[in-house]
Every structure is written in C-alpha cells, then in structure tokens.
C-alpha cells in the first residue's frame, strides 16, 4: 500500500498555535519532510537512523523549532531534508523540485507516511507546493493540513482586524515590487518584505498609507512597529507588513 503526502500547516511560529490535527498527523507519521534552504543541500537527504545526522539544518528550521515542543516524538522520527534554495532561476529550480519529489515518491510507494513541515499555512505561498503539484501528477496520495497564516496571527499580535464589512484582503508577496498592488481598494498584506524593505518603506510613506510591521510574529525576538517610520529597513526575512486605507473599520479605534 503506498503511503500519503501530508502539506502539514505549523502555524506562524508559536508552538501553542499548532493544530490538534497537525500535531495528530505529525505524530502518527512515519518521515518528517524539511524544506532547507542552505545551499550546502543540493539534493535530497533521507536519514533512517533516529539520531540526526544534519543537527544544523534542523537547528535552522524554524517549523521543527516550533513543533518540537509540542510533539517531542519528531525528534526520533526518520527525517527527508529537501532542498528549496532561494534563488530565481527558473530550470535550475525546476530540476531541483523534480529530484525532491521523486525521492519523497520513492519513499510513498513503499508505504511511508510523509508529514511535510511548513510555515503558516501550506496553501499560501508553502515551499511544500513544489513537492505536493507533482506527486499529485503522479497519482501519488495528498493532504493538506491546515495551519494559521501568517498575516492572521500578526493581526492578532497587534490587537486588530484585518478587514470588516466590504472591505477586500490582499496578500501580496513584497520581494516583487509592491507599488501597483498598493493602489488596491481594502487591506493589503506585505510578506516576506526582507532584502526589500527600504523600498517597500518607500513606497507606503510617499503614499502616507497607516502601516504596521510584525517581525518574527510569535517567535523570540517578536518585534512590533506601528508607523512607517518606526520599521528598520534591516527587518528579517519573517516581516510581515499590514497596510491600511486611512478610516478603515477594521483598524484600531474604528467602529
């Protein structure tokens, strides 16, 4: 009997924000999939053995930092670490996501059930899509488990809505350029602004738009901003940006 692909949601970075469900399924699996993105990983790595051989791939995962708590039972679990790098070539990146999930195949036909970890929630923007979208053209057996975005949480860190009534949400992927997508009607969210933060800072001042900023939403070292002006252009990778129009019902002080 071959096994099943799990797209497990972890939520956005604390540990009592993990699913019932996706503790269940992380727990009942028989492999924990990695995405790492170290270029030190070029291609896939399956660990039989309980011991960890790569201690610092999985001290970089945030997603096994954020589970290991709540189901220490990982930590003995046979690990397929996957490389995802950041990079933007598009036939390098393809070969790499082809070997990924041919090794993670591989390991569902002899009957393996594999939990893939990802931050959030695996329908939005998820590195386990790659690996999902061709086994799924494989015949192969998929499940997503839902998880708590990002951009969910970070509205609840600063104690607000994110949109009310009509208003539309949009979720927009910063490191691509954001001036268009600012002239949207309703919220946008901004995520994984990162390397490209001084100019989406730019670009939300000269609009003199209501920002707020969530670093490291419900991680150590979490870090709130709430004017344009208060968001250092050295924010990390996990900085998500909440944009408002002025006047917004779901905004702090609207009724």
Not at 9 to 37: N, Q, Y
Not at 181 to 205: D, I, N, R
Request: overall charge neutral; some cysteine; charged content about 25%.
């Amino acid at each position: 009997m071959e096994g099943i692909f799990y797209g497990v949601g972890v939520g956005p970075g604390d540990p009592e924000l993990l699913t019932l469900k996706a503790a269940r399924v992380i727990r009942d699996c028989d492999v924990v999939a990695f995405a790492v993105s170290s270029p030190e990983l070029t291609e896939p790595v399956y660990e039989e053995a309980k011991e960890s051989f790569c201690p610092a791939y999985l001290a970089n995962c945030v997603a096994w930092q954020i589970v290991l708590p709540a189901v220490p039972e990982i930590e003995k679990k046979p690990k397929l670490y996957l490389p995802m790098p950041m990079r933007k070539d598009k036939e390098a990146l393809r070969q790499i996501h082809d070997a990924c999930a041919e090794r993670t195949e591989r390991l569902l036909r002899e009957g393996k059930q594999i939990a893939f970890l990802t931050l959030g929630d695996p329908t939005v923007y998820s590195t386990c899509l790659y690996v999902h979208k061709r086994l799924k053209r494989r015949g192969m057996k998929t499940c997503l488990i839902p998880g708590i975005p990002s951009f969910c949480a970070a509205a609840a860190a600063l104690d607000m809505g994110l949109v009310e009534n009509r208003e539309e949400l949009h979720v927009i992927p910063a490191s691509y350029g954001v001036e268009e997508s600012l002239e949207l009607p309703g919220t946008k969210v901004l995520m994984k602004a990162g390397k490209k933060m001084p100019l989406v800072k730019q670009a939300v001042t000269e609009k003199k738009l209501a920002v707020r900023m969530v670093e490291n939403c419900g991680m150590a070292g979490e870090r709130i901003c709430r004017k344009a002006e208060e968001i250092p252009e050295d924010a990390g990778y996990y900085s998500l940006i909440i944009v408002k129009e002025q006047g917004s019902p779901a905004g702090e002080g609207g009724e």
